[in-house]
C-alpha cells in the first residue's frame, strides 16, 4: 500500500530521556514535515524538510530535531529539552518542493507520553 | 506572520441538516485552501481543497467557497450523517523563504445527533 508510516503508535518516555519517532513514506514525495498536536488543539509545525539533507525549523521546533539522509525517511528526535512532550506527532509529506499549492498527506500519528 | 482563524470551534448538527465552518486567512498571497477531517485518534484525512483560481468546488454532499478579497473560505456539509462526526481543519498555504507549508486553524468539533 503507498502511503506514510509512522511508528511506533505508542510510546513512553521517561524523563531525561531522548526518543525518535519514525516516519516512512513510499509516495515518491519530497516534502515532508512534522506537526504537534496537544489535545483539543490544532496542529503546530516542527520541522519541515523540503529535499533530501536540509530541512527547516517551524514554529515551535526547540527541543526537536531531524534528520533527512533518505528521501523517503523523516524521523523526529524528542530530545530532553522538551519539557512537555506529551502529544500527538503527526508526519506528512507532500510532491512539492518549491511549488505553492501542493497537497499534504497526513500519516496515522504517534501518541508521546511521559511517564 | 501567516494566521488562520477557525470559526466555530464546536458545531451541534441534527442529521440531515446543513453544517457551516467558516476561516479566515492573513497572507494575501495563500493560493490553496484545503480542508482535512480527523477522526479520533487518527491523522487528518484531506476531504476537499479549493485553489484561489476558482471561487466554489463541490463533492457530493460537500462543498468549499472561497473569497479572496475578504479572505475567507467556508465548508458546508449538506444533509449531515452521524458518521460527519470528527474534527474538520481548515488550512491556507504559505510560503516562507521559498519552501511551502500550510498553516492550519484551531480545528472545529463536529457533531451530528441522529
Known amino acids: 500500500d503507498g502511503g506514510i508510516t509512522q511508528s511506533p503508535k505508542y510510546l513512553f518516555r521517561k524523563e531525561g530521556q531522548n526518543v525518535t519517532l519514525s516516519c516512512e513514506q513510499n509516495?515518491?514525495?519530497?516534502?515532508m514535515y512534522w506537526y504537534r498536536q496537544d489535545p483539543g488543539q490544532g496542529l503546530r509545525l516542527i520541522y519541515y524538510?523540503?529535499?533530501?539533507?536540509?530541512?527547516q525549523k517551524g514554529d515551535i521546533a526547540e527541543g526537536y530535531s531531524v534528520s533527512r539522509e533518505k528521501k523517503e525517511s523523516f524521523p523526529l528526535t524528542v530530545t530532553s529539552a522538551q519539557k512537555n512532550p506529551t502529544a500527538f506527532y503527526l508526519c506528512?509529506?507532500?510532491?512539492?518542493?518549491?511549488?505553492?499549492?501542493?497537497?499534504?498527506?497526513f500519516g496515522e500519528g504517534s501518541w508521546l507520553t511521559v511517564v | 506572520g501567516e494566521n488562520v482563524e477557525q470559526h466555530p470551534s464546536t458545531l451541534s448538527v441534527q442529521e440531515g441538516d446543513s453544517a457551516v465552518i467558516k476561516c479566515t486567512y492573513s497572507?494575501?498571497?495563500?493560493?490553496?485552501f484545503p480542508w482535512y477531517k480527523q477522526e479520533l485518534g487518527k491523522g487528518p484525512q484531506l476531504i476537499i481543497d479549493?485553489?484561489?483560481?476558482?471561487g466554489e468546488k463541490k463533492d457530493q454532499r460537500i462543498a468549499v467557497t472561497l473569497n479572496k478579497t475578504a479572505k475567507h473560505f467556508s465548508l458546508h456539509i449538506t444533509e449531515t450523517q452521524p458518521e460527519d462526526s470528527a474534527v474538520y481543519f481548515c488550512?491556507?498555504?504559505?510560503?516562507?523563504?521559498?519552501?511551502?507549508?500550510?498553516?492550519f486553524g484551531a480545528g472545529t468539533r463536529l457533531a451530528v445527533h441522529p
Open positions: 497572507d494575501s498571497a495563500s493560493n490553496y
Open positions: 509516495l515518491n514525495h519530497d516534502a
Open positions: 524538510s523540503q529535499i533530501v539533507n536540509d530541512f
Open positions: 506528512a509529506s507532500s510532491g512539492g518542493t518549491r511549488h505553492s499549492g501542493n497537497t499534504i498527506y
Open positions: 479549493i485553489r484561489s483560481n476558482v
Open positions: 488550512a491556507a498555504h504559505a510560503t516562507s523563504g521559498g519552501y511551502n507549508k500550510l498553516i
